[in-house]
Structures are given as C-alpha cells and as structure tokens.
C-alpha cells in the first residue's frame, strides 16, 4: 500500500535555471487546512507545486458523500498537470491537510514552458509512469485485501512516514503542533482513514474498535497513536493476533 510516491520530487529533479523560470511564471498562494487547491470536474487548467505542507488527492464515489483518497502530496510535488497538458476536466479534488503554501502557475504558461524544457518533458513523463505504477498497486489492494488488512497497513504507511520525516522513534505518535513536520497521524480523522482505504466509515470503526481493546492503537478526536507496529504488520499480512472478546 502507498498513498505516497517515494522517488525524488519534482521540484528536487528540476534544474537551477528551470526552477528559477518556473517561480518567474507562477505565483505564490497558501492555502488553509480543508481549502482546496483543485476541485474534480472543474475546468480549470493551471498547476501546482506544493511549497510547504501536504494535500489530499481524492475523487467522489458513489456512497453519498463519501469520497476516496487516491494519493498524499508532499513538499515539491506538481499537482494539476493532466488538466493543463491534456485539456480535460480535473480527474480528482486537491485538498489542504493542514496549511499549504504553492506556487500556482497558468496552465498555458506551463505547458510553453514544458515545451522548452525538454528536461521538463522527460521529468513529467517519469512522473506520470511513477504515479501510475503507484495507483496500480493501489487497486490491487482494495480489490484483495480485508478491511482490517488495508486499516493495519495505512496506519503503518503513515506512521512510518512520519517517523521518517522527523528523523526517530517519535512518529510513533504524532503531536499535531506546528514543528511536526508530517504530522498525519494527528491530522487524520476516522473518516480520513475510511477514505483512505476505500471503506465504509462503519468498517473502519469497527476495526478501531477491536484495535483499541487489543491494545495496537490508541485515538482520540482527530489522532490516531499506534502503540504495536508489531500487531499492525501481522494484521496487515493476513495474520490474526486473537483479538479479545466484545
């Protein structure tokens, strides 16, 4: 499971001179938590880059107002670029988890400056096979794993990124204050992790629920702790760690 694209970002690939025209032709932006960067469906075709902070890529289902999270945006990702390169209708919503600064360039200004960049070109293509790979990979997991599969192993994705983004044992349990770098697992509410994983919120309750009483994680409004890694990587290779009794 991979909600986040590992390779290098786009603003870290992009060469001295082609970073400089890119900021030339853009302009800065910051965004709240819960504000969105792109809606689904609009017609809009500008771009992207996140310059501080995370964004939620997701797409409306048909439960209600259900939505599924397809993927997490960090620092130097590009956001936006089907829209502007293809000429459709954005394929997902872009939201703010937490505050987001990016720069925001026209669509018809990147695609002149993708067209002369020929480094630019090569870097979206990559891009472009990397994301798909990811979403492949993606698909095959909702369509085989149980829902206390796919809850063990999202917790364990984004605990682990966290730790990583902080550099030690502390992403265990996020803090939520404002030096936490990737503070997801403080961000991420029950209903997050529902869409996270391409479950009802009923299921995803549920699943807390026996986690809870087998002390593997602990939540509270908005913040989700996991005290076993151990236990959530055996539930999330199929395992069973003999949850106790309701």
């Excluded at 939505?67 to 703010?96: D, F, K, N, Q």
């Amino acid at each position: 499971m991979a909600l986040v694209v590992q390779d290098r970002t786009f603003l870290d690939v992009l060469g001295a001179e082609a970073r400089k025209d890119l900021f030339r032709i853009g302009a800065e932006r910051t965004f709240r938590a819960d504000e969105h960067l792109l809606l689904e469906h609009d017609d809009s075709s500008h771009v992207l880059v996140l310059l501080e902070g995370w964004a939620v890529v997701s797409t409306a289902t048909d439960r209600s107002s259900a939505r599924l999270i397809l993927a997490l945006r960090r620092r130097g990702e590009l956001v936006g670029e089907m829209a502007a390169l293809g000429g459709i209708a954005r394929s997902a919503s872009v939201t703010a988890l937490g505050p987001v600064r990016a720069l925001v360039v026209p669509g018809a200004r990147f695609r002149a400056f993708a067209g002369r960049a020929p480094e630019v070109s090569a870097l979206l293509m990559a891009q472009l096979v990397s994301r798909l790979r990811t979403a492949d990979e993606e698909r095959r997991t909702l369509a085989s794993l149980t829902v206390i599969q796919r809850v063990a192993g999202r917790l364990l994705e984004l605990g682990e990124l966290q730790r990583a983004a902080s550099g030690g044992d502390a992403g265990t349990r996020g803090t939520g204050g404002p030096g936490d770098e990737f503070p997801v697992l403080a961000q991420f509410a029950q209903h997050d992790l529902a869409d996270a994983v391409g479950a009802t919120r009923e299921a995803v309750a549920k699943s807390l629920r026996l986690l809870r009483g087998a002390g593997v994680v602990r939540t509270r409004p908005r913040r989700i702790e996991l005290i076993d890694h151990d236990a959530l990587r055996l539930l999330a290779t199929g395992g069973n760690i003999g949850f106790p009794a309701p």
